[in-house]
């Protein structure tokens, strides 16, 4: 299949934000990753669901939501992974550059979250609900999205590993505030980070068919 691939730096108020671009032949839409506690764009598990997604003719967007700087600061103190409001902001802004810029032409923007990184991409959906048209979740703190889960109008996929208990019971929760736009898928035999073998393979299957769902028009 043929594909673009580069890496571009996304403006986003006064911050310069890396990410790595790709982008298929006639993509159907274009997803961007929110990744979770402490990890990066090149976290391996984002970067296999990517991987899938890219081959069911999906665009990817794989950013590091934090500066070098505060990056550092977080390895340290861990305050900023936690900073949902400031990871929001930063995902609708390069929602926001998706559509301005159009790297992957004039499609529909999905978003994949984990772990925090899934609070951050519904709060960003539910401040652009013209924009973005599907969010899934692995392994999410949905619960930390607060007050916006009401808000959100995006349709959600929440998948948890069927071993991750307590993370199950706030995605249950979540779900009740998400409403008719939600749905909880449970991963059998995973744990929190789905290292079992074939679980993170379940989790890219079914992010690729609901965002080919959902982003086709």
């Known amino acids: 299949m043929d594909e673009q691939r580069s890496t571009v730096t996304v403006p986003v108020g006064d911050v310069q934000l890396p990410a790595d671009l790709v982008v298929p032949a006639q993509p159907v839409g274009v997803v961007l990753f929110a990744h979770g506690s402490g990890s990066s764009r090149h976290s391996p598990r984002n ?3 990517a991987r899938t997604l890219n081959d ?3 665009g990817t967007v794989l ?3 934090l500066t070098p700087t505060e990056d550092e600061v977080d390895a340290r103190t861990a305050e900023l992974r936690f900073d949902i409001g400031l990871l929001a902001s930063r995902l609708a802004g390069i929602v926001d550059w998706l ?3 159009r790297p992957a032409g004039d499609v529909p923007v999905g978003l994949f979250g984990a772990s925090t990184g899934a609070a951050a991409a519904l709060v960003a959906a539910s401040s652009r609900a013209d924009r973005v048209a599907a969010v899934v979740s692995r392994g999410g703190r949905p619960d930390l999205a607060g007050a916006a889960l009401a808000q959100v109008r995006t349709p959600t996929l929440l998948l948890v590993g069927g071993l991750d208990e307590e993370v199950i019971t706030l995605n249950e929760q979540a779900l009740a505030e998400l409403g008719d736009v939600g749905e909880l898928r449970v991963v059998p035999g995973a744990t929190h980070l789905f290292e079992e073998p074939g ?3 379940e989790v890219a299957e079914q992010a690729g068919a609901w965002f080919t769902s959902h982003l086709s028009r």
Request: charged residues 25%; negative net charge; aromatic residues 0%.
């Open 199 to 201: 679980t993170l393979d």
């Open 63 to 65: 950013a590091d939501l």
């Open 56 to 58: 069911r003719g999906l």
């Open 47 to 49: 970067v296999a669901v």
């Open 99 to 101: 559509a301005v810029e």
